[in-house]
């Protein structure tokens, strides 16, 4: 069985993998877009992310504040299953229904936000790392309408920094790094 939402993540999902499986263990120091996370950090607060939603995708509760350092041997592979795992918790229709009792939002936006994360993110540390991430344009769809539906509201929750203006050139994916608080011109300091 799948749905909308599981999809998509499955769209993005092993693009995700691949930036994920590309950062070298010299790579977990430097900086990324998001200027309170070193590559170590994002991957670990993307791994929580990864785990997470598939606890709300059965409508569980989460515990956002453990900060623990999922970057032990065979990270990169435990972090390729978890994210099947999300897929799959997804993939239930009954994920969809209803409001999520751990944010308090319709469940299929809370999909969403795991897609937002799942494909920002993975920009983050592909940038940070030199690689390059493609993102299916459907993908890209569904998170401008996210952004048009959540964008406001996830700015003043903090989810989001104040946005950056792209210019008429920008890609669909630049347009909605901007719209995260991105700079998509983003390069590490040399």
């Known amino acids: 069985m799948t749905t909308k939402t599981s999809e998509l993540l499955a769209a993005a999902a092993p693009r995700t993998v691949t930036v994920v499986r590309g950062i070298s263990d010299d790579q977990l120091d430097l900086p990324t877009p998001c200027p309170d996370y070193a590559v170590r ?3 670990n607060h993307l791994y929580q992310v990864v785990v997470n939603f598939q606890a709300l995708a059965r409508k569980g509760e989460v515990d956002w504040s453990a900060k623990n350092d999922h970057l032990t041997e065979g ?3 435990r972090f390729a299953a978890e994210t099947v795992r999300l897929v799959e918790a997804w993939s239930e229709p009954a994920a969809l229904e209803g409001v999520s009792s ?3 939002l319709p469940q299929e936006t809370v999909g ?4 937002t994360d799942l494909t920002v993110h993975a920009w983050d540390l592909a940038r ?3 690689q390059r991430l493609e993102v299916e344009p459907e993908v890209l769809a569904a998170l401008h309408g996210f952004m ?5 509201t996830g700015q003043q929750m903090g989810a989001f920094g104040e946005a950056v203006p792209t210019g008429p050139e920008a890609t669909d994916l630049d347009r909605l790094l901007g719209r995260t608080g991105r700079d998509p011109a983003w390069v590490p300091a040399s």
Do not use: I, P, S
């Not at 048009?148 to 406001?152: A, K, P, S």
């Open 128 to 130: 940070a790392t030199g």
């Open 148 to 152: 048009d539906r959540m964008g406001d």
């Open 75 to 77: 990270w990169r592979d």
């Open 41 to 43: 950090d994002l991957v």
């Open 112 to 115: 969403e936000m795991a897609l």
């Open 102 to 104: 751990g944010m308090g």
